[in-house]
């Protein structure tokens, strides 16, 4: 993943994947879970700041869905 859109595309698949509710013994159980994404360089090029850019864009795209 090299682009922004790369990678806003796979966290929508993903998403939506993970989001899918399942059935379990006659029950159906939904899974949710929040994404987040940095790319290197364009986000920062240290593994702090990677973390710090992924976590910051899951809350700024929460709601979103």
Known sequence: IHEKEDAEHLQAKLSSIINEPIEYRANEISVS???GAAIYPHDGET???LLFMADRNITA???DT
């Open 61 to 63: 795209h929460k709601g």
């Open 33 to 35: 879970a929040s994404i």
């Open 47 to 49: 593994l702090p700041k």
